[in-house]
């Protein structure tokens, strides 16, 4: 690390020669994957973006220029680059430094991120704000090709090209879509490029158009194809952009050229990149879907930390969504990008006539899944909870309000851990609560999931959601064959104790923690399974409302408008007197970290259960029992 160590910031970085920066692009590789085998993060993009970013902070000015990232998972570079350097072995370790850029961390994060297709349309807030103050900066959006899949990115583009400020796009383009011979095409266009040719050339093939267009429009509009294929960049030009590119993103020399050369370009100006995902490191390169996020991993075998065999609520849903479409060929699956993590892999090898993996794309995913509905298919929109967030007007607008029968469900609810507070699912249940016609399930654990899906698809009308967190089923093995249905919105009594009066009423699995404080300990109170938020079981609620005084509300989801809120607007419409109390997490964005470290700062730990318990019984022994909680 010879070079590296030496770099505290992009000054000294400005300070090497072009040679050198190659010795630093692989000193920081090394320095990455080394990390990463250790921490877990995204891996492979950041792998990719090594040279992209060191030629950026190299030709302009950061932190004065902004550079704003998409996603923000293929930072790491820029992380190591500007001063990060020493909390690197604490990435996203509970009080280190995140995995995504935050303006809280560094002056040179200029937005915070998580989410894709966002880059542009901030970057250009941030153009705009440069003309009204009349400052002079540069704005850079670097955009993957995957982000660019989704609307939000085109939304900006338009934007931009209509306001014609200096703004500048860079285009990462890590598919494999382009392949050597393409290659060779690019290499030659940046050479134009930097020859100052590139729109002589262009400029004879628009006169060649114009003169074709006597002979009718239907020769213009294939003419007009036949450029596209020539220079890929006329979708952006359509849109007010130059384009220029493609450049090989891992020539340190062609890159720093052609940032130099567009640098003072007047106007919106695309910079298309190709890149390698999971670049100089073998098994990334070869799997770079497995390295996209990666858990540790041995750097000599690329052998990734096996987690224990227990089975994931992904992997039921996997399984019994398999086992249901074997038998109905109505069943659709949707996805935004998100085939592995949703567990829809081995339903699309199995059908994929009706697999659509519609890229990041989520609100087109739930109004696609509602044009199927209105034909009679059933589509299983499967998304996570935080990035279904996007579709919230989807859902009310193209779904509830035709009462459409979309099965939603919702993978990585409450939180996830390390990737923090982008990608926690904190809010479902509050979002989708508050929308008419919609059904909303929360599941205990593996048995319950299979049988709620089952009836979510053959005995609920209209929009369904079922939820459910990165979390293991407390069961070994699932029979995905055989199913129960649910009477909708029936709550279980798991645990009925009459002496106590105290009751806690469960959305979801951490109800086994509650099994296991009944049985290991003495303490004792009622224990019932709601399984529905919406509609809820008022019979069961009137019930113990009649028979105990206080009532705990258990929800991985903010206290805002969740079960917590339900109940307590039941209680309130009924008049009845007891106290209520919630387990569900504080109206605040929860950080990054260890999940287990994080449940137990916001509550949710059995220790934290324990002590609630605890604190409950004293203070009923001691005739206090009001002020719990
Ligand atoms: C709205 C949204 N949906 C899904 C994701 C999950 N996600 C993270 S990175 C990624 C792929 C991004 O592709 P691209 O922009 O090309 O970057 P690459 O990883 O290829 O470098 C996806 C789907 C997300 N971050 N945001």
Redesign the pocket.
């Known amino acids: 690390m010879e070079l590296l160590n030496k770099i505290n910031s992009p000054q000294d970085l400005r300070k090497l020669s072009l040679e050198e920066l190659e010795q630093l692009a692989e000193e920081i590789r090394s320095f990455i994957i080394e990390t990463v085998s250790k921490t877990g993060g995204h891996l492979a993009?950041s792998l990719?973006t090594v040279e992209l970013t060191i030629a950026l902070h190299y030709v302009f000015n950061t932190p004065l220029d902004k550079i704003v990232w998409?996603?923000g998972?293929?930072t790491y570079a820029h992380k190591i680059l500007t001063g990060r350097k020493e909390f690197f072995h604490k990435l996203r370790q509970y009080g280190g430094i995140s995995g995504f850029p935050r303006r809280e961390e560094s002056e040179y994060d200029v937005f915070n991120v998580?989410?894709?297709?966002t880059a542009v349309s901030a970057a250009l807030g941030i153009a705009v704000a440069r003309e009204l103050n009349k400052e002079d900066y540069k704005v850079i959006a670097v955009?993957?090709?995957?982000?660019l899949s989704?609307g939000l990115a085109y939304e900006g583009l338009n934007h931009a090209g209509h306001l014609g400020y200096d703004f500048i796009v860079v285009l990462?383009d890590?598919t494999m879509f382009i392949s050597k011979s393409v290659g060779a095409i690019a290499k030659m266009l940046v050479r134009l490029l930097t020859l100052g040719l590139l729109k002589k050339i262009e400029q004879k093939i628009d006169k060649f158009l114009r003169r074709l267009k006597y002979i009718g429009n239907v020769i213009l509009r294939v003419a007009k194809r036949f450029k596209l294929l020539l220079f890929p960049g006329m979708l952006f030009e359509e849109m007010g952009f130059a384009y220029v590119g493609p450049v090989d993103g891992h020539d340190l020399k062609s890159l720093c050229e052609v940032f130099r050369s567009i640098k003072n370009f007047k106007g919106p100006v695309v910079v298309h990149v190709l890149t390698k995902?999971g670049k100089g490191y073998k098994p990334a390169e070869e799997k770079p879907e497995k390295f996209?996020s990666v858990a540790k991993f041995n750097v000599l075998t690329g052998e990734i930390e096996k987690r224990n065999d227990r089975l994931t609520f992904t992997e039921v849903f996997s399984k019994t969504i398999v086992s249901l479409a074997e038998k109905d060929g109505r069943i659709v699956g949707i996805t935004?990008?998100?085939t592995e993590g949703c567990g829809l892999e081995e339903f699309s090898k199995l059908f994929p006539e009706r697999f659509f993996d519609v890229g990041?794309a989520?609100e087109h995913a739930v109004t696609f899944a509602a044009g199927l509905a209105t034909k009679n298919y059933i589509p299983i929109c499967a998304i996570y909870s935080t990035?279904l967030q996007?579709a919230f007007d989807q859902i009310i607008h193209d779904v509830a309000l035709q009462n459409l029968h979309v099965v939603f469900v919702l993978d990585r609810a409450g939180i996830v851990g390390e990737d923090g507070p982008t990608h926690h699912g904190c809010f479902d249940l509050s979002y989708l609560r508050l929308i008419p016609n919609m059904t909303i399930m929360v599941p205990k654990d593996g048995n319950e999931l299979k049988d709620m899906l089952y009836t979510a698809i053959y005995h609920i009308d209209g929009p369904v959601a079922i939820r459910y967190p990165k979390d293991f089923v407390v069961e070994k093995n699932i029979d995905v064959d055989k199913f129960e249905k649910i009477d909708v919105p029936k709550a279980q009594i798991i645990y009925e104790d009459k002496e106590s009066k105290i009751c806690f009423l469960v959305l979801g699995p951490k109800i086994y923690i509650l099994k296991e404080i009944l049985e290991t300990t003495d303490y004792r109170f009622s224990v019932v399974n709601m399984r529905f938020l919406k509609p809820m079981d008022e019979e069961i609620l009137k019930k113990v409302c009649n028979s105990h005084n206080i009532l705990i509300t258990v929800e991985e989801n903010t206290i805002v408008g969740g079960l917590f809120s339900a109940v307590s607007e039941f209680v309130a419409r009924n008049h009845y007197q007891v106290k209520i109390y919630p387990f569900a997490f504080p109206d605040k964005f929860i950080t990054f970290g260890k999940k287990e470290i994080l449940e137990e700062e916001v509550g949710f730990s059995i220790k934290n259960f324990l002590a609630f318990v605890k604190s409950l019984n004293e203070r009923r022994c001691t005739n206090e029992g009001s002020n719990v909680g």
Do not use: Y
């Not at 998580?114 to 297709?117: R, T, V």
């Not at 955009?143 to 982000?147: A, E, K, M, T, V």
């Open positions: 993009a990719g998409d996603v998972h293929q998580g989410h894709a297709s955009i993957g090709d995957g982000s989704g990462n890590n995902k996209h935004a990008a998100m990041i989520e990035f996007r």
